[in-house]
C-alpha cells in the first residue's frame, strides 16, 4: 500500500511540473510597423488570439507625428489573408476619432466590438491604420501576420 501511495504521489508531481511550462507559454500577437516608415501604434487585442465569428475588442495607442482631428481621422482595422496585403478576407472596420490628439502627443483609442471574419484562414494578416479617409492620408500603420 505504501509504494502504491508513493507512484501516486510521484506520478502526480511529475504530471503538475510537466504541465506547469505550458501554462505561460501564451504570447499576445506581435504587431509591427508597416513597411512604409510610418509610426506604428501599440496594438492590444482582446481576446488573443482572435475568435473567428466573435468580437474583439482593439486598444490603439501611441505617438504620431501629425495631428489627429475629430471626425477627420479614423481607425481602420482589416484582415487579409495574405502577407502582402492583396485579399481582404472581410469588409474593413472603422471608427471615427472623436477628440483631438495634437501631434507628438500620447493618444488612445478604442474599438470596442470589431467583427473578426468568419471565414479566417490558417494564416492572416491584420492591419491597423490611423489615417484620413478624405483626404486619402495615413498617419500611422501596425500589422501582425499570426498563424493558427
Known amino acids: 500500500m505504501k509504494n502504491f501511495i508513493f507512484v501516486f504521489i510521484l506520478f502526480?508531481?511529475?504530471l503538475t511540473v510537466n504541465a506547469a511550462p505550458y501554462q505561460f507559454d501564451k504570447r499576445a500577437t506581435p504587431f509591427k510597423r508597416c513597411p512604409d516608415d510610418l509610426p506604428s501604434p501599440n496594438v492590444i487585442m482582446t481576446p488573443d488570439p482572435l475568435v473567428a465569428g466573435e468580437s474583439a475588442n482593439f486598444n490603439v495607442s501611441g505617438i504620431l507625428f501629425t495631428d489627429i482631428y475629430a471626425g477627420i481621422a479614423v481607425l481602420r482595422i482589416?484582415?487579409?489573408s495574405d502577407p502582402t496585403r492583396q485579399t481582404l478576407i472581410a469588409n474593413?472596420?472603422?471608427q471615427d476619432f472623436t477628440e483631438l490628439f495634437p501631434a507628438y502627443t500620447p493618444f488612445t483609442i478604442v474599438a470596442p466590438k470589431v467583427d473578426?471574419?468568419?471565414?479566417?484562414t490558417n494564416k492572416y494578416t491584420i492591419e491597423?491604420?490611423?489615417g484620413s479617409e478624405k483626404?486619402?492620408?495615413i498617419y500611422g500603420c501596425s500589422?501582425?501576420?499570426v498563424e493558427k
Open 135 to 137: 483626404v486619402d492620408d
Open 12 to 14: 502526480a508531481t511529475l
Open 128 to 130: 491597423v491604420v490611423i
Open 116 to 120: 473578426i471574419p468568419n471565414n479566417l
Open 143 to 145: 500589422l501582425a501576420n
Open 92 to 94: 474593413p472596420y472603422y
Open 78 to 80: 482589416r484582415f487579409f
